[in-house]
T-cell receptor, first 113, second 115 residues
Framework: GENVEQHPSTLSVQEGDSAVIKCTYSDSASNYFPWYKQELGKGPQLIIDIRSNVGEKKDQRIAVTLNKTAKHFSLHITETQPEDSAVYFCAASSYTGRRALTFGSGTRLQVQP | EAQVTQNPRYLITVTGKKLTVTCSQNMNHEYMSWYRQDPGLGLRQIYYSMNVEVTDKGDVPEGYKVSRKEKRNFPLILESPSPNQTSLYFC??????????????FGPGTRLTVL
């Protein structure tokens, strides 16, 4: 089955700096890659996603890039703000695989004011 | 307000005492799922349901049961809880199969401690 590895497990940046979180996946048939943000005491919430037919997608300060050849995808957050502090999860799924998303282990991002 | 609700939010129980965690969504979603979240392991799927009366095992189904008698509800049942089921549990729902680019909406979580 699908295996998703996520790095780093913790990331601390200064306010205004950029943050990058990387994930690799194992199933070459994977075609959907969402990112979820989990704030303290809450459930995860979708922030951005990308399909396999697209190499990059942006939404204001966040962007996701996908390299299908290398089987990895990354989340980029620019001009970080304290409210970006949270746990971020990447996920992957393949329409030919199990009817579910496979999540990475999570990255705790701390933005220092 | 569109949401997924879970109850209880916090629960401390003892080994072997049957418990049920309820989950309800008001978005008429077909797909519902239960996850457990443990440090360093991310979110692991326990069970999912594609629609009423259709359920299937996820990655870690041992020790859990589910039912889907109504579209809006998807309770998680622990018949004989054990300490290794101490975890943070999330219910989630999506309009359809999440693989087909459908956003999953998560509940607020249930923190379960089994002594």
């Amino acid at each position: 089955g699908e295996n998703v590895e996520q790095h780093p497990s913790t990331l601390s940046v200064q306010e205004g700096d950029s943050a990058v979180i990387k994930c690799t996946y194992s199933d070459s048939a994977s075609n959907y890659f969402p990112w979820y943000k989990q704030e303290l005491g809450k459930g995860p919430q979708l922030i951005i996603d990308i399909r396999s037919n697209v190499g990059e997608k942006k939404d204001q300060r966040i962007a996701v890039t996908l390299n299908k050849t290398a089987k990895h995808f990354s989340l980029h957050i620019t001009e970080t703000q304290p409210e970006d502090s949270a746990v971020y999860f990447c996920a992957a799924s393949s329409y030919t695989g199990r009817r579910a998303l496979t999540f990475g282990s999570g990255t705790r991002l701390q933005v220092q004011p | 307000e569109a949401q997924v609700t879970q109850n209880p939010r916090y629960l401390i129980t003892v080994t072997g005492k049957k418990l049920t965690v309820t989950c309800s969504q008001n978005m008429n979603h077909e797909y519902m799922s239960w996850y457990r979240q443990d440090p360093g392991l991310g979110l692991r799927q326990i069970y999912y349901s594609m629609n009423v009366e259709v359920t299937d095992k996820g990655d870690v189904p041992e020790g859990y049961k589910v039912s889907r008698k109504e579209k809006r509800n998807f309770p998680l049942i622990l018949e004989s809880p054990s300490p290794n089921q101490t975890s943070l549990y999330f219910c989630a729902s999506s309009l359809r199969d999440p693989r087909t680019y459908n956003e999953q909406f998560f509940g607020p979580g249930t923190r379960l401690t089994v002594l």
